[in-house]
């Protein structure tokens, strides 16, 4: 990987996943990573308005088609040079910071965006009088309830409540705390909640997925059959299909039809092939109800700390085993199963599987953290973690956005888009 601070800054869009009562996919927040060292955040409001409007963005379009909404944050200088009419209205909201309403070229335009049809959302609630201006213009109204009591959630949503709007709660980390503000009144969710199992319906592995695993055992020694591989997966009907699918897709462009598995390895090359079987694998096992999103950081995170290996040379760490430790990283929601028995199918060593099931103290749990710090864009977490593992920050920013940008290519080309 080049040195990020040698090469020309460049930006890529991240996305994370909004989620309503019913944990239904309501859209995303999109979020701007760059390389650009100057900065103290990976992502900027201008910086993610600017990529949007240049169309420099990952999956907008799917998820525009699909009838989701888009959320950016948009600073003073977004809002002045109209930004926001670069998304088109009716599916877009726009956020700003309280603080922005201070200005006082803004409550028009934002008065302006609302009438042609955009979301006019609110970053962070704080209550205070010279607000109230906003609350009303406002269609959403976002929370932080991270750290905060029953009682403190219940008070704050009902402040909230009180201004008519929709609100919206960050940072919630289980299904715990996603039940307490739905009984508190909350409409939509963002956090860590759907990427944790929900413990009523953790079951035991089924059939399917323990034969899937055992596949990618296989897929995953040192020295495979290949042949002997080739005919297993040709046998697979389910798998076998989508692989030729994929491959006869306008994505490959390829001038003669793929007509067998074997073809496609030749094609391919095994250790092409290995990286999206074991996409597929997962997708063909899951039991979660948001799987598109799952499989998405799955794959985004195993890229990610492969990456942040290679460039950062992390403790001597395999650059290829950090790539399993992050894809396998949220099997147990996938599949809706413990992760102390998962791991005993999964080709890894002994310290990645103690990892996956979160024993304290484990050597690499701190990069799963710091995967997930990056994909939630919690910038100021992430940054305390790579100074406590004494990482290169600009490599790390690197390996992120170069990970978000594969992960795009590998999916988008599974789904033969």
């Given at each position: 990987m080049n040195d990020p601070q040698n090469s020309t800054p460049s930006l890529s869009i991240g996305r994370v996943p909004i989620f309503d009562a019913q944990r239904r996919l309501?859209?995303?927040?999109?979020?701007?990573?760059?390389?650009?060292?100057?900065?103290?955040?990976?992502?900027?409001?201008?910086?993610?308005?600017?990529?949007?409007?240049?169309?420099?963005?990952?999956?907008?379009?799917?998820?525009?088609?699909?009838?989701?909404?888009?959320?950016?944050?948009?600073?003073?200088?977004?809002?002045?040079?109209?930004?926001?009419?670069?998304l088109p209205?009716?599916?877009?909201?726009?956020?700003v910071a309280e603080s922005l309403f201070l200005n006082p070229e803004i409550?028009?335009?934002?008065?302006?965006?609302?009438?042609?049809?955009?979301?006019?959302?609110?970053?962070?609630?704080?209550?205070?009088?010279?607000?109230?201006?906003?609350?009303?213009?406002?269609?959403?109204?976002g929370a932080t309830v991270a750290d905060k009591t029953e009682k403190e959630v219940a008070d704050l949503l009902a402040a909230i409540d009180a201004k008519n709007t929709d609100i919206m709660t960050r940072r919630v980390d289980d299904a715990a705390m996603f039940e307490m503000c739905r009984q508190a009144g909350a409409d939509l969710f963002e956090g860590a909640f759907f990427k944790k199992p929900d413990t009523i319906t953790v079951r035991k592995l089924?059939?399917?997925?323990?034969?899937?695993?055992?596949l990618l055992q296989r897929i995953d020694q040192p020295d495979p059959?290949?042949?002997?591989?080739?005919?297993?997966?040709?046998?697979?009907?389910?798998?076998?299909?989508?692989?030729?699918?994929?491959?006869?897709?306008?994505?490959?462009?390829?001038?003669?039809k793929i007509k067998s598995v074997q073809h496609a390895i030749r094609l391919l090359g095994w250790n092409r092939m290995k990286n999206w079987l074991r996409v597929v694998l997962l997708n063909d096992m899951s039991q979660a109800v948001e799987t598109g999103d799952l499989l998405q950081l799955s794959a985004q995170r195993g890229k990610f700390l492969e990456l942040v290996a290679r460039s950062n040379d992390y403790w001597g760490f395999d650059p290829e085993s950090l790539h399993l430790l992050g894809l396998f990283s949220l099997l147990d929601t996938l599949l809706s199963a413990p992760m102390e028995e998962i791991v005993t199918f999964l080709p890894i060593e002994q310290p990645l599987k103690e990892a996956l099931c979160g024993d304290a103290g484990n050597e690499y749990l701190p990069l799963l953290r710091l995967a997930q710090c990056a994909e939630e864009g919690r910038w100021e977490d992430a940054d305390t973690i790579v100074q406590q593992l004494n990482l290169n920050r600009e490599k790390v920013i690197a390996a992120f956005r170069e990970a978000v940008a594969w992960t795009d290519r590998l999916l988008s080309q599974e789904k033969g888009d």
């Open positions: 309501w859209g995303y927040e999109l979020m701007c990573v760059g390389t650009v060292p100057v900065k103290t955040e990976a992502s900027s409001a201008e910086d993610t308005a600017t990529n949007v409007a240049a169309s420099a963005y990952i999956g907008l379009q799917p998820i525009l088609q699909q009838g989701r909404k888009v959320m950016l944050n948009f600073d003073e200088m977004g809002i002045v040079d109209n930004m926001p009419y670069a209205p009716g599916s877009a909201a726009v956020q409550p028009a335009m934002l008065q302006r965006l609302k009438s042609d049809g955009y979301l006019i959302a609110v970053q962070e609630f704080s209550g205070a009088p010279e607000f109230e201006p906003l609350y009303d213009l406002a269609d959403i109204v089924t059939s399917n997925a323990t034969s899937r695993l055992k059959d290949i042949d002997d591989l080739a005919e297993t997966i040709q046998s697979d009907a389910a798998i076998s299909f989508r692989l030729l699918s994929f491959l006869n897709s306008a994505a490959f462009g390829l001038p003669r």
